[in-house]
């Protein structure tokens, strides 16, 4: 699904540069649940960036279901995304001003799905993750797991290959975290590959495989 | 570009806040308000010259004798120059391009005129027939002075509106006699002129009055159309009565007070040119006022972006294309313009209606309002303000790049 050779960013810093990333090579096959870890300043943010079609990278080669993914412009990321890939945050970032429903819509408005059908949609991706009460509520009035519940079945609408998670369960309680983790799973049960970014290692062990980074490179442990 | 899933987004986005919407919307507003008050009284003002003029033929030319004021031929200046039955027929022999032709003498009366015991001091005006085409007089029963009352020397009279409203209140007063001066002139017909002073005034055959009351043959201004309302033609007649009386009544050609000639044509043109002047600076004025609206708009419309870079971003994560992020900016900040500024556009309107019916017709104002192609050329300007002060916040939007949008608090 993802494969990742020799992958290298760089930042600029002033007159310097910082190298972030150099040399990445992974595989991540489809239906895989992937934990990528490691400390601040290891590239782990830079690299999901880097896989969410996010952020340019300066050399290597990134397939993505067997796609090369280079330099692309924004409206081909945008389309690629819209296909294959499914965000979810640490802070959510959910529409304030959108209720529930609208925020777990929103995707399927810019693939071009009607507007009843996203809604019908929408409101069976909020059952299964049992929000489906909290429908027409807005983000403010729900509680941190709720909000990321909410996060997650806009991620899961669009139908994606990959779930790409950063640090999901950083601004959640432990009990919160593990229920977050448990519908992490049972997406991965239906073939969906999930990578998730995280420093807590309980976290990490409830997934198939760690990637360990450290000062841009993976290291075995 | 125009599903109803993007209104539904931009009414959400515009629903959510209001205040710095309405705020935005009112300088637009305003623009398009002043603009259109700026227009209908530049159309009032028009319409008050413009129907001053329509009161006689526009192509009409008048000319009566001054005072001479250059020495020329041995003569002395300060001779009165006087027009009489002998310079109207010199004109009618010698002036191309004439249609109608006419004198208009004025009649004193010393008395007030009266039918039975209703008496009134009233406007009297020695013409020939033609006259009525000169000075658009409107016949509304009867007839006007005609060829015969002028070869037997009638004493008939034709009265106008107002002049009959005193005289004969509602009775009908073809046939009857008012007495002018003494003597009876019977009423042949009623006519009504755009004017308002000159409807009370009577118009009599210059024959007979020459006959009865002045006993010579002054016939005080000679007033006449030209064929064509081609400026050029008009102008030469002009030349040429110039050229005619200065031989006929010896005073130097470049003597200008000798004798007055008016041409409305020329007099017509002048203030139409002057119209479009003031339009025009109308229009900078007004668009001036819309460019500042639109700068407000930019203003605040970059403002939004700002605030709304992590949505932007969040939309742009989950699939949202560069261009679905402009297309949101320039439509929702076309729709705040265009609809504040038909709200500017109708209250500008109902405004001008308001004054239009409320004070009272003026010589100089008149029907202020706004014709439906200003309306157009308004709204037109409305929707490219509004693509415009879009331009910069759209691009701003469009650039933002996802990843940083996220990071962005």
Redesign the interface.
Known sequence: MIILKNINKSYDIGDSKLHVLKGIDAHIKQGEMVAIMGSSGSGKSTLL?IL?L??NYDNGEYYLNDILVKDLN??KA??L??KFLG?V?QSF??????TAVENVA??L???GVK?KKRNALALEYLEKVGLKDWAKHLPSELSGGQKQRIAIA??LI?NPKVILADEPTGALDTTTSYEVMQIFKSINKQGISVVIVTHESDIAQMCDRVINLKDGLIINI | MFDIDKWQEILSTIKKNKLRTFLTGFSVSWGIFMLILLLGSGKGLQNGVQDEFSGDAVNSIWVGGGQTSLAYNGLKPGRNIMFDNADFDAVEKNINNIENLSARLGVWSSSPINYKNEYGTFDLKAVHPNHKVIEKINILSGRFINNIDIEQYRKVAVIGIEAKNALFKDESPIGKYVIINGINFKIVGVFSDKRDRENRRLYLPISAIQRIFTGRDDVGIITMTSKSNDIDQSREIEANLRNLFSKRKTFAKDDERAIWISNNLEEFKDFMDLFKAINIFIWVIGVFTIIAGVVGVSNIMLVVVNERTKEIGIRKAIGATPWATISLIIQESIIITAVSGYIGLVLGVVVMEFVANNIPDSQFFKNPGVDISTAIYATIVLIIAGVVASYFPARKAARIKPIEALRHE
């Open positions: 960036n969410g996010l952020d924004e409206t945008a389309k995304r819209s965000f945050f970032n959910l529409i304030s001003f959108k929103l995707p408005y810019y693939q507007r806009r991620a669009s």
